[in-house]
């Protein structure tokens, strides 16, 4: 979805910001999936989604349609453990199929 990118430098623990763009064709609502991150925090176009966690219950956070905009929208994660980007994906459900 986006390739993240530490803010500041080469972290070597957590409590690292990563930012990166994501490119959107056609803005809709959708579920930005965190499964690879661990805790922490993510924003699009600077309004917070809201909080995630591996172990959940959080891991998919909704974000509103009129919230993208066409072309590339900003997106930054704060992550409270990992100090490497985890992907981000989109989806169109809150729960994943096979669960």
């Excluded at 623990?13 to 994501?22: A, E, H, Q, S, T």
């Excluded at 409270?80 to 989109?90: E, K, P, Q, T, Y």
Aim: glycine share 12%; with cysteine; hydrophobic share 40%.
């Amino acid at each position: 979805m986006a390739h993240l990118r530490p803010l500041d430098g080469t972290p070597t623990r957590g409590g690292v910001f990563f930012k990166g763009n994501l490119h959107v064709d056609s803005p809709g609502d959708v579920y930005v999936d965190m499964a690879d991150w661990d805790k922490g925090y993510l924003w699009v176009n600077g309004r917070l989604l809201g909080r995630y966690w591996r172990i959940g219950p959080q891991q998919r956070l909704y974000c509103p349609g009129p919230w993208l905009k066409a072309g590339d929208n900003e997106v930054m994660v704060l992550d409270l453990h990992r100090h490497v980007a985890g992907r981000i994906r989109a989806a169109a459900h809150l729960h994943r199929e096979n669960a």
